[in-house]
Nanobody, 123 residues
Framework: QVQAVESGGGSVQSGGSLRLSCKAS????????LGWFRQAPGKEREGVAA???????MYDDSVKGRFTISEDSDKKLVYLQMNSLKPEDTAMYHC?????????????????WGQGTQVTVSS
């Protein structure tokens, strides 16, 4: 088991941007997507985005058009560029391998996520 390592979180005002990074090796997860989920205190885990080995991407409706997931496979890094941030984006963000199939990823299918990185958006 190899846990991912997330970084890049912080505190920003509404409308601001952050870029999260995740150290995760795709070769270990050749049959998975790599993705991000978030969890706020007292709330359920919420999928954010995922990227497949062919570069295809998937997003939750709440972040479409604002967030972009990308991957640098040489550096074993997955990024989440977050623009136009809203207070409701405030959460701990985690990345890891995730079960995906036919353009869909499954929030309950995350594995080997890291400690997370906190994102706080103030109004």
């Amino acid at each position: 088991q190899v846990q991912a390592v997330e970084s890049g979180g912080g505190s920003v005002q509404s409308g601001g941007s952050l870029r999260l990074s995740c150290k995760a090796s795709r070769y270990i997860y050749s049959n998975y997507c790599l993705g991000w989920f978030r969890q706020a205190p007292g709330k359920e885990r919420e999928g954010v985005a995922a990227i497949d080995s062919d570069g295809s991407t998937m997003y939750d409706d709440s972040v479409k058009g604002r967030f972009t997931i990308s991957e640098d496979s040489d550096k074993k890094l997955v990024y989440l560029q977050m623009n136009s941030l809203k207070p409701e984006d405030t959460a701990m963000y985690h990345c890891g391998a995730v079960v995906c199939y036919d353009g869909t990823y499954y929030v309950e299918g995350f594995r080997d996520w890291g400690q997370g990185t906190q994102v706080t958006v103030s109004s």
